[in-house]
């Protein structure tokens, strides 16, 4: 069943993931989000406006029943006060604004629409969001979780079809490649924006289009996104890793600019709106000045050059407003792992070691990771590290969560698989949050 207070731009509904995520989904009251003024009605026949700053109640609250209350028509609330309550739920949280035009055409006349300006603009940027992996869902179907809040929403997205997803960035936005011409888009879920860019078989070399010419699932492994995001306010940087490409481009542009190549590079984000990578020997950021060539540059040296061959990673991660790189070192396969956590000092240009993650949980992927406060998700620990499900994180030893303060883990506990990758139970909301963190591409179908 539509909601019709969401239908005219996008079709959405919300639910919370407070028990399990395939639990049975509950529409979220949207008065609560807009915090418009509601008439409390008590036995006696005097009716006091208030202005409701928590969740409504029940039903009877509502201020569209006319059965408990007087009619009041809320499309002539006037740009004014319309003005102020669409700009405090976009900072909010863009998914909230987007509700918020959705209602009436009155509402969105007196608030400004994405559409107008472009998918860069940070201001409609849904970075609390994450997008869930889930089987069995509509091919165009995507369940998002606000990290900052608790609550779910599945988006209707027909811009999927025909492309592999990866994603969502830093900022919240989709990285699309088309499976036909190999363009690669930009999507904003929430908005609906879509930024089309050059196609990425430019970057490949003579070879690899040879190899490719008639083996389309090979071309497709080999212009694998493993990170994007903002390298300035109006350039993108996307990661290929299969090709060791890091490559720029703006809004209008006719083909991508190489800025580094051969080298190996993994984990790589957006933070503070410039992009960020790893290498085995230091952390290093895209630098785009005016005056010289785009490069990577080193932002501070590794305490240690990780291996490879033994199979360390490092890991980059926002954690609570800082860039904070987390250093699994696994000294064998029988071996325990060695996990150092670090804030990447900008101004010192170095690495400090710190203990613990401020109270709060880390998620570790090998391309993507996500840092969660304990205190909206309450079955996640603090100061605790819990590992993805990729390949390179299932070894023997991989144990999951780690507690960094006493140092203590548990061992994984399996059960059954999904396409050939372990399953671990219970499949509760750490899971989930696990799994969001797991590869890159999503390759569901289109049917």
């Not at 102020?84 to 035009?101: E, Q």
């Not at 890793?241 to 580094?260: L, N, Q, S």
């Not at 000045?289 to 040296?301: C, N, Y």
């Not at 613990?356 to 079955?379: D, K, M, N, Q, T």
Request: glycine content about 6%; aromatic content about 8%.
């Amino acid at each position: 069943m539509a909601n019709p207070l969401l239908g005219g731009e996008s079709s959405t509904q919300w639910y919370s993931p407070s028990t399990r995520l395939s639990a049975h989904h509950k529409w979220r009251d949207w008065t609560n989000q807009l915090q418009i003024p509601v008439l409390e009605t008590n036995r006696s026949t005097q009716q006091i406006p208030t202005w409701e700053a928590k969740r409504a109640r029940s039903c009877a609250l509502c201020p569209l029943d006319p059965v408990h209350h007087e009619w009041r028509d809320w499309t002539n609330l006037g740009d004014g006060p319309a003005g102020l309550i669409a700009d405090g739920l976009l900072t909010n949280d863009v998914a909230d604004y987007m509700c918020f035009r959705a209602v009436c055409r009155t509402w969105r006349l007196w608030s400004t629409d994405p559409r107008k300006h472009g998918v860069l603009d940070r201001r409609f940027h849904p970075r609390q969001w994450i997008m869930l992996r889930q089987k069995g869902s509509p091919a165009c179907r995507r369940d998002f979780m606000n990290v900052s809040a608790g609550y779910c929403r599945y988006v209707n997205l027909p811009e999927l079809r025909g492309h592999d997803v990866f994603g969502p960035t830093t900022e919240g936005l989709l990285v699309l490649l088309d499976r036909t011409t190999w363009v690669v888009r930009i999507l904003n879920p929430f908005t609906r924006q879509v930024l089309d860019l050059p196609p990425a078989t430019t970057l490949l070399s003579c070879n690899d289009l040879e190899l490719t010419d008639f083996r389309n699932n090979l071309r497709r492994d080999l212009l694998q996104v493993s990170g994007a995001g903002l390298a300035a306010d109006s350039t993108i940087a996307v990661h290929f890793r299969e090709i060791r490409t890091v490559a720029i481009i703006k809004p209008g542009d006719v083909k991508w600019t190489v800025v580094d190549r051969g080298r190996s590079i993994l984990p790589a984000l957006s933070f503070a709106g410039r992009f960020y990578c790893a290498t085995t020997e230091a952390v290093m950021v895209v630098e785009t000045s005016t005056d010289q060539p785009p490069r990577l540059a080193i932002v501070a040296k590794l305490n240690r050059p990780f291996s490879r061959m033994m199979m360390d990673t490092v890991h980059l991660v926002e954690n609570d407003g800082e860039l904070t790189l987390v250093d699994r070192e696994c000294k064998g396969s029988r071996n325990p792992r060695k996990y150092e956590v670090y804030r990447v000092d900008m101004h010192a240009r170095k690495i400090v070691p710190v203990h613990g993650l401020g109270g709060r949980a880390v998620f570790i992927g090998i391309e993507l990771a996500l840092s969660v406060s304990p205190s909206v998700f309450s079955s996640v620990n603090a100061d605790t590290i819990y590992l993805g499900f990729d390949e390179m994180l299932r070894g023997y030893m991989d144990y999951s969560p780690i507690n960094l303060m006493d140092g203590t883990s548990e061992p994984r506990r399996f059960k059954g698989s999904r396409n050939g990758v372990p399953l671990y139970g219970p499949q509760g909301v750490d899971d989930c949050l696990s799994w969001s963190v797991t590869g890159y591409r999503d390759e569901s179908n289109d049917n």
